[in-house]
């Protein structure tokens, strides 16, 4: 008992040591490597357990899952020598864990920066042959699609999968943009001095059209009226002068009683005349009034 005590338990002890060392595991979340004395000697495993030689194999693990490369926002130029502001990000993952952990030493930190600087010098390329207009308002979905092609090829030399490049946001500097603003005001007042300008010579135009059209209408309108007028006075007056022709003296009584009627109209007008006036022949003697004296127009002659 003393035997087994002293030989078989230490025995199952380094035998439990031995196994725990000889084995590892790989999740569905990691990609691993397996060493020999330093150099890499495998490189596909599948998630389960795996073996290795206790003391003479090493194994290390990487993280497989998606990661992302919040950029913060930098300046780059246009072609027109103008700053923008671009805020991006990447999104990538472990793919060839032999040539990740030979270029960046598996250190997620410097396959970001590698990362940054390739996509520095991709959105410099891109902006530095468009103007502010083509990238904010036309080709930002072709900058994406660019940057994401020569980012991903340059990416497979660190061993990286890149699943995606955005930018999220394009936006000029602050002085630029109230610069811009300013400008875009004035445009905007300019614009609508334009449209009242216009719109006031379009409303003198219809004034001076409608006086114009007024005018014609009134002088039309007075000549058909004086027209009209003279034709009437025209045959008016030639009725009375048929009426009056038939008549004579008749009608020099109808002119003198209208006389009368306007020369006394109130009760102190007073007429300083000869009593043989003509103007009075009517007053002389109702012999003289036309159609009593058994002359034209008397019942006697009928």
């Known amino acids: 008992m003393r035997i087994l005590k002293n030989v078989v338990l230490p025995l199952l002890v380094v035998a439990a040591i031995l196994g725990y060392f000889s084995v590892f595991t790989v999740s569905e979340k990691e990609v691993a490597l397996k060493f020999r004395l330093g150099e890499i000697i495998d490189a596909d495993f599948e998630p389960g357990l795996h073996f290795k030689t206790p003391f003479v194999n090493n194994v290390r693990k990487f993280d497989a899952r998606v990661q992302n490369l919040d950029e913060e926002p930098e300046r780059f130029l246009t072609v027109e020598k103008k ?124 004034r001076a059209d409608a006086d114009r059209q007024r005018t014609v209408l009134l002088a039309e309108a007075y000549r058909d009226g004086e027209s009209l007028r003279g034709e009437g006075d025209a045959t008016a007056a030639e009725i009375y002068a048929s009426a009056y022709g038939q008549e004579p003296e008749f009608f020099a009584f109808q002119r003198s009683l209208r006389a009368y009627r306007e020369a006394f109209q109130g009760e102190d007008d007073l007429f300083v005349l000869s009593p043989s006036s003509p103007f009075f022949r009517f007053f002389d003697g109702g012999d003289q009034l036309p159609g009593l004296n058994g002359e034209a127009g008397s019942p006697d002659q009928d």
């Not at 990447?90 to 990740?100: G, H, L, Q, S, T």
Request: proline share 2%; net charge negative; no cysteine.
């Open 83 to 206: 700053n923008l502001i671009v805020d991006s990000f990447v999104k990538w993952r472990v793919d060839d864990a032999e040539r990740y952990y030979t270029t960046v030493r598996g250190e997620p930190e410097r396959a970001n920066q590698r990362l940054r600087e390739i996509i520095r010098d991709g959105l410099r390329a891109e902006f530095g042959k468009r103007t502010v207009q083509d990238i904010i308002s036309g080709e930002r979905v072709q900058i994406m699609d660019i940057l994401r092609t020569t980012t991903a090829e340059a990416a497979q030399s660190l061993g990286l999968e890149v699943l995606d490049v955005r930018l999220k946001r394009i936006d000029l500097p602050e002085d630029v943009t109230d610069s811009i603003f300013d400008r875009m005001v004035a445009d905007r007042e300019r614009v609508a001095r334009e449209i009242r300008a216009r719109g006031d010579e379009a409303g003198e135009r219809i």
